[in-house]
């Protein structure tokens, strides 16, 4: 019988589909500790404490965070597939736009592609989960980094560029280290035994963010409302954006509609699942709002400085990398003692 290393060749179909069938063997919710469980979602969980080899393979089987992991997989080549239309567009080395872009689209990739990673890998053990999902959260503050960039230097009022650009990059960077701050404590914090509480400060710290980035773009709606001719549908769509972001806060903290019917949605359909096809969809409308602004011309009087906007970048994921250096023993003691409680509670083989 003929041998492709080491296995078999009548054993490689079979091989094949140990890596691809449809059910890997989940878990309920009470045979992981409490730190992984998702209110209303009972069953559908991967084991902890597997080798880095099983969750590489959850990729593709089904549980309750398949659609999680992918949408923002696709999200991250759908980002990649934008930047790549950009370049026939515009010059990445010469353009100004092309910077701007650049310095927004940077900041979208990074937000997915870390969100992918924490919530493919963070099963593998109650510290993996609170490293990796702060990781999560330094990706969705580098996203609204990046939003904020496209904000000032794409789709900023003329005025307001003026007044805020020239303390618009450390601003940006301060804000989006303090919401990376704050999500992160109130993690370690809140995670296992008050989840509510996480979610109002995270949100708080996310909607004041994303408060301040917006100025530049709020001032457009009111010199719209007050500029004889315009309509207000021309920023369609920004405020398609701003809609479909404001619909994903809701999705991502209210838990529905598994809280309607635990249980039912625990593979498909669950909140936290929608709000990351959400983002997708609101990533993708980003990227071709900020195409129509710099076509239509609203970027004309922006000045952005590729050089600035990478060092911005690189001193905020630094600071995001030190945060989490500091944070240290408090994420090890805090894992220590939910795994040890976990020994305690969880059910015993007979
Ligand atoms: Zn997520």
Redesign the pocket.
Known sequence: MMIISGARLSEVPSRILSILQPHLSTVAARNVAPVFREPFILTGYRLQDQPWCYYWKTLFHVHNESV?VWSHVLATLLILRHVWSFSQTFDFIEDKYGWSLIGFSLGCFLGTLL?AIA?QFHSKSVWWHYVLFMM?YGGVTLYTFGTGIGCMYICSQRYMYVVMEPVFLPLNVFFSWFTFYVCCRAKLKFASTNNSTRYVFMIAALLLYALVISIPIFARYTECMTTPGCSLASLNHLTMCFLLLAICAILFSCHAPERLAPGRFDLLGHG?SLF?LLCLVTISMQMKGVRVDIQAGAAAHTNPNLGNILAAYAVLISAQVLTLVTLRRDIAARAKMETLHWIDIRPKSK
């Open positions: 999680n969100s919530h999560d936290h990351h």
